[in-house]
């Protein structure tokens, strides 16, 4: 939901992903909250979903992407759904907490909003969260000249707003900052997941072993197996008004 993947990009999704969802819902959520069913909207291979079970009794993550759902990663609290566009295929009032982790920015509408409304028990909270590796440094370091990443209209900051708020509440809204270490091989990854970046440095590196080819890049850059990352993250909390 949130970016445009494929077989390819998606396997690399799958391989990596920053383990910041937890920290940013730690952020909000106090430790003991404990709800009884949650819902991750977009979850992708499911590492959200997983993250917002440190607060559920079971969690339930759907997507719109089947190639992320194929590679979900299997969790006995936690199950997955291909959704179709704005529809969620629930009973109303079934959910205590709904988060969206990256996902809302190109699924944003007033249907799906109002099925977020229909399917919530009432008061119950939701959570849109997201975070954006700053990446630009890397890419001007590798000689690559990203247009995407250079022009990127995607908002990690979106939220509900401008649209029929009659039914739910905010609560807080606020944007933070993260260091956190990466392993070359998993910086990789990072990079070839998302498929504009993909294109940029496939073009660059050549089409074949690209993963192999970027590590190289990566560690030859940078001297060493690992190095340091900062993302900027985003959260904006909501309560149901039912």
């Known amino acids: 939901m949130a970016k445009e993947y494929d077989s390819i990009t998606a396997r690399h999704y799958a391989a990596y992903r920053p383990s910041l969802h937890s920290q940013i819902l730690k952020s909000y959520l106090n430790v003991d909250d404990k709800f009884n069913y949650g819902l991750d909207i977009g979850c992708g291979t499911g590492q959200s979903a997983i993250s917002l079970f440190d607060h559920c ?3 339930v993550g759907v997507d719109t992407s089947k190639e992320m759902i194929e590679k979900s990663i299997i969790h006995t609290g936690v199950t997955y759904q291909i959704m179709q566009t704005n529809i969620l295929d629930f009973d109303n009032d079934s959910f205590d907490i709904i988060t969206f982790a990256g996902s809302l920015f190109y699924a944003k509408s007033q249907k799906l909003l109002d099925e977020v409304i229909r399917v919530s028990k009432p008061i119950a ?9 700053l990446m630009k440094d890397t890419f001007t370091l590798l000689g690559i000249n990203n247009t995407a990443v250079n022009n990127d209209v995607y908002d990690h900051q979106t939220n509900f707003s401008g649209l029929d708020l009659n039914s739910i509440a905010i609560n807080k809204s606020y944007r933070e900052s993260i260091i956190f270490d990466i ?17 940029s440095i496939a073009t660059v590196l050549g ?36």
């Not at 392993?183 to 990079?191: E, G, Q, V, Y």
């Open 183 to 199: 392993k070359i091989s998993d910086m990789a990854h990072l990079l070839l997941s998302a498929k504009d970046n993909y294109t």
């Open 125 to 133: 909270t939701i959570i849109l969260y997201d975070f954006e590796v």
């Open 57 to 59: 009794e079971k969690v």
């Open 207 to 242: 089409k074949e072993n690209v993963y192999e080819h970027l590590k190289w890049e990566l560690r030859n850059k940078l001297g060493s197996d690992t190095t340091t990352l900062k993302a900027n993250t985003y959260l904006t909390a909501y309560t149901a008004i039912k």
